[in-house]
């Protein structure tokens, strides 16, 4: 895999170029009504073409992307979610690097 180094103030100008990092994992538990997961779906998708969204069985948003916690509390937003950084969990990476991704 081939990884291009993007000059920092591009990155800060678009946030859809990836970072050197590992995907994180959130779990989201929201305090009020979920707004749509398609909507959810496709403001992450804007900003983080590869991001995956879905909701557990508690009813709790599960999210896999590149982006910040920042980045996923905008992107939250914007779909209509307005949760608190209280309710938004980045969980530990399970990643043990033998894919290579």
Do not use: F
Request: charged share 20%; with cysteine; proline share 4%.
């Amino acid at each position: 895999m081939t990884w291009i180094k993007a000059d920092p103030a591009c990155i800060a100008e678009d946030s859809r170029i990836h970072r050197e990092s590992t995907a994180m994992q959130y779990l989201v538990c929201p305090s009020s009504h979920v707004a749509s997961l398609d909507s959810i779906a496709s403001r992450l998708g804007d900003m983080d073409p590869a991001a995956l969204v879905d909701v557990d069985a508690a009813g709790r948003l599960r999210i896999s992307t590149q982006l910040t916690d920042a980045e996923v509390l905008r992107a939250l937003h914007s779909a209509g979610l307005l949760v608190a950084p209280s309710d938004v969990e980045r969980l530990a990476s399970e990643c043990c690097g033998g894919c290579g991704g």
